[in-house]
DNA sequence: CTGAAAGCGCTTACAG
DNA sequence: CTGAAAGCGCTTACAG
């Protein structure tokens, strides 16, 4: 059997109380009793039980992260930020994948593994913003990423979605594109990453006095790279003509430019494209791809932030807070002015 | 608060032993009795804590699974298929990520939070096969993964590294193509992916009496994207020819596909490549790239079921087995026969 | 600064 | 087929 505090209390020769307290780090303890305690401690090898912890305390230091899946490059760079954070922390991660699947969302957000974790960090992607209230019973603290509910009943941590793309379309027509397409627009959809990236494009056209035009919004719903690929040949097949792309995430954007590449077209000469996300692989593409940084590493320093606090305070005891990260444009060989 | 099994028994009018027997699916129970706790259950909207089931029958439900980085799609692609299966026994991942580093390794083999798990998936990288010795005197059941260790004193599931890469090289001179590197070797390395890769290298040219050239073994120490385009240029810079590229991982191999196609160099007409992990992206590179498929769904599938059984057992109560899973070839352009 | 007692919510023998 | 009791290993008031 596992040591107890039992037996390190019996061999210091104190009360479980006082290996209670020096394992907690209360502070007075005289330093000659917390030692004693510490050696015991080592020599018994002991670990502290963390269900009895939990059970006692209501604390497990487990907090689970809701994605839609891990093999989204995106999302599998925002666990190892979010990994990255709680492990600061003394914070354990359990993974959940959603699919995106709405009902699946709802109960990885109450189910009986509620029980043991301590937050949620909650990448919406099922979950509509009409139903955000629905989170507002939910004891566990819940801390929203993503871009599908604002203004809900919990803290919101996101990415300044329109403001990226807005300078991600006014960069292409400063380089002189004139025919810059929206690629990955979501029909309908309002706020969500889609109908935001959406609003930036638009809005920096309209900065630029360029006029929109909607055969140049071309929707792409699902976005993965062969999602991108495939929109990429339909808008070929169409013959719009078009020079400068601002890809509402990387992996259509590199979906688009195999595309591309293989129907002759020369990037960034011909058209030069802007992704969003700025996963690794952009830096190692053919051309390496210019794209919007996001904040990941912000965003989940955050979050585990707001997480901890609220875990520290109760679900609902501080208003809701929003936070947007900082993003940034970074410039690579998909849009390198000709020499 | 949330309700108990006290509640749910009051309700139900029965002891909490029945309300444990209905959770737990006993089943000599009557079916009135059973329904009688289900529905209290469902009015209450109980869920037992798991924490106190952990405290009092030692399993949580909670399996860690130890990678290097999920940053890698390898392992990313690996955590969804463990998670998957896990999910399918009503189990939880935490994902602990070590970087490779041997005491990492070891501090989350034994560290405090393995007082919550029931179990791990370990994929080895840092720790190395004499220090095997160190995993008999754990008691959380554990299944290594990867090609660091074996014949250890756990559970071990592995993928056909050296019979991979002989089918792949065999491949590759079946083609015709006369001067095959070995891409990503680690000098020195006997076991560990890049050792048994090379051998099974070797076997291929051996069987095809094709003498070994020391010239095309190539160094690439770490397996990312950059590592591969650095050592590409390396080798174009070292003026040594070659048709044909055995890449011991997929990133490696695009980044030196990359670093080709910048240099002229046509795939498959001039370079035949062939990779190994068949992650996701290698179906819409450019070219796409014929793999090795390592197996990895049935890796954790089978992984999974070892440690639920090693659980279920205790921790040594079986000998230690090995289990090799099974590959394929599957072939992309990277490799098609020009026409 | 440290101790003795209670109790978190389950499951596990043990009865019957 | 179901019940009453004990106890898993902690932390939390409460004393002193």
Known sequence: MASTMHDVAKLAGVSIKTVSNVINDYQYLKPETRQKVLDAIERLGYRPNLSARGLRSGRTGVISLIIPTITNAYFAELADEVMRAADAKGLSVIIEQSNGDRDRELSLLTGPRTSMIDGILYSVLGLREEEAHLLANIDTPIVLLGDRIFNGPTDHVAMQNSASTRAATAYLLSLGRKRVVAFGAHSGEVIGSAGLRLDGYREALAEARVAFDPSLVIEV????????????????????????????????????????????????????????????????????????????????????????????????????REYLAAFSLVERESTAVAS
Chains 1, 2 share one sequence.
């Open 221 to 320: 719903y699902e976005w993965f790279r062969s999602d991108g690929a495939r929109a990429m040949r339909a808008l070929l097949d169409s013959g719009v003509a078009f020079d400068g792309i601002v890809a509402f995430n990387d992996l259509i954007g590199l979906g688009a430019m195999r595309v591309m590449q293989e129907a002759g077209i020369r990037i960034p000469e011909d058209v030069a494209v802007v992704g969003f996300d700025d996963i690794d692989e952009t830096r190692y593409s053919l051309p390496s791809l210019t794209t919007i940084n996001p904040g990941k590493d912000e965003i989940a320093r955050v979050a585990v932030q707001f997480l901890q606090e609220r875990i520290a305070q109760g679900a609902h005891a501080i208003a809701p």
